[in-house]
């Protein structure tokens, strides 16, 4: 099978820690997920759209949202997985989807900050993928990205805003990067961005009539443990998040590091 992503793509990922590849979703896809958005935001109206965590569980899950399998079949859509099987080898869990929908005119801002210090994983490992279900452009808060800030696979201390209108509490002090050196990842309607878990960064507010929307999809190697004991931010983040019962999924070869729980969070969840 002809590899999704060119040998070009996975060097800047590998280089510069992102990646916006040539493939995008199929349009009549794009068109369904941005139905499946509207209804996913009508079933939700008490949480914050830039905060809908876990979308892809269906029903009520332990995040407080109401997802939809649809998210999930996202996740597991064949070129999604291998272009993450090309980055990150071929043993891959899928342990994460967020929604990130950005209202018009007061849509969160996103501080800077690296997704690695708020996830219980270790070694701590993942690629995200974003996938643009509405245009993403500069002018409604693109996904902004520091280049070959994941290089050094360190992670640099955050501190912890105390501020409702962000969609995420925690925040990278501004001496650890160089904000002059992002670059905008303007994506339209199924188009994607793949970043690595210790890229920096972060998005602006949405004060444009354009509503911004991104499934964040979090794949993680197996060689990789989610310890479900760990709570590296300590409820800090300003997300619901339950990783003690957050269900993980076997998409790909074999759980390396077997210390991987498949069954927990799964009760009446699967497809
Ligand atoms: O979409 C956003 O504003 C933030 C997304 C993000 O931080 C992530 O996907 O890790």
Redesign the pocket.
């Given at each position: 099978m002809q590899s999704i992503l060119t040998k070009k793509e996975v060097t800047q990922y590998q280089q510069e820690g992102y990646v916006v590849p040539g493939f995008s979703l199929p349009q009549e896809m794009v068109h369904q997920l941005q139905i499946t958005l509207q209804q996913l935001i009508d079933a939700n109206p008490n949480v914050r759209p830039?905060k809908l965590v876990s979308a892809h569980i269906e029903g009520k899950n332990d995040d407080g949202v109401i997802g939809s399998k649809k998210f999930l079949e996202l996740a597991m859509y064949p070129p999604l997985v291998d272009m993450v099987s090309q980055l990150i080898g071929p043993n891959l869990a899928l342990w994460g989807c967020?929604i990130?929908c950005?209202p018009t005119e007061e849509g969160y801002a996103?501080p800077w900050?690296q997704?690695g210090q708020y996830w219980p994983i270790r070694p701590l490992a993942t690629c995200?993928v974003?996938v643009a279900i509405e245009p993403s452009l500069k002018s409604n808060?693109c996904?902004r990205v520091i280049p070959q800030s994941h290089q050094n696979k360190i992670l640099h201390p955050h501190l912890f805003e105390d501020k409702v209108e962000l969609?995420?509490n925690q925040s990278l002090q501004k001496d650890t990067f160089d904000s002059l050196k992002a670059v905008d990842l303007e994506l339209q309607p199924g188009q994607m961005s793949l970043?690595d878990v210790y890229m920096i960064?972060?998005?602006d507010a949405n004060t444009s009539h354009m509503r911004r929307t991104?499934v964040?999809i979090r794949y993680m190697p197996t060689t990789s443990h989610f310890d479900r004991t760990l709570h590296p931010a300590k409820g800090t983040s300003g997300l619901n998040l339950n990783f003690a019962t957050r269900p993980l999924w076997l998409l790909k070869g074999k759980d390396v590091c077997g210390l991987n729980d498949f069954t927990v969070g799964h009760q009446q969840k699967d497809l």
């Amino acid at each position: 099978m002809q590899s999704i992503l060119t040998k070009k793509e996975v060097t800047q990922y590998q280089q510069e820690g992102y990646v916006v590849p040539g493939f995008s979703l199929p349009q009549e896809m794009v068109h369904q997920l941005q139905i499946t958005l509207q209804q996913l935001i009508d079933a939700n109206p008490n949480v914050r759209p830039e905060k809908l965590v876990s979308a892809h569980i269906e029903g009520k899950n332990d995040d407080g949202v109401i997802g939809s399998k649809k998210f999930l079949e996202l996740a597991m859509y064949p070129p999604l997985v291998d272009m993450v099987s090309q980055l990150i080898g071929p043993n891959l869990a899928l342990w994460g989807c967020q929604i990130f929908c950005k209202p018009t005119e007061e849509g969160y801002a996103t501080p800077w900050h690296q997704d690695g210090q708020y996830w219980p994983i270790r070694p701590l490992a993942t690629c995200t993928v974003w996938v643009a279900i509405e245009p993403s452009l500069k002018s409604n808060g693109c996904l902004r990205v520091i280049p070959q800030s994941h290089q050094n696979k360190i992670l640099h201390p955050h501190l912890f805003e105390d501020k409702v209108e962000l969609t995420l509490n925690q925040s990278l002090q501004k001496d650890t990067f160089d904000s002059l050196k992002a670059v905008d990842l303007e994506l339209q309607p199924g188009q994607m961005s793949l970043h690595d878990v210790y890229m920096i960064h972060g998005a602006d507010a949405n004060t444009s009539h354009m509503r911004r929307t991104g499934v964040a999809i979090r794949y993680m190697p197996t060689t990789s443990h989610f310890d479900r004991t760990l709570h590296p931010a300590k409820g800090t983040s300003g997300l619901n998040l339950n990783f003690a019962t957050r269900p993980l999924w076997l998409l790909k070869g074999k759980d390396v590091c077997g210390l991987n729980d498949f069954t927990v969070g799964h009760q009446q969840k699967d497809l």
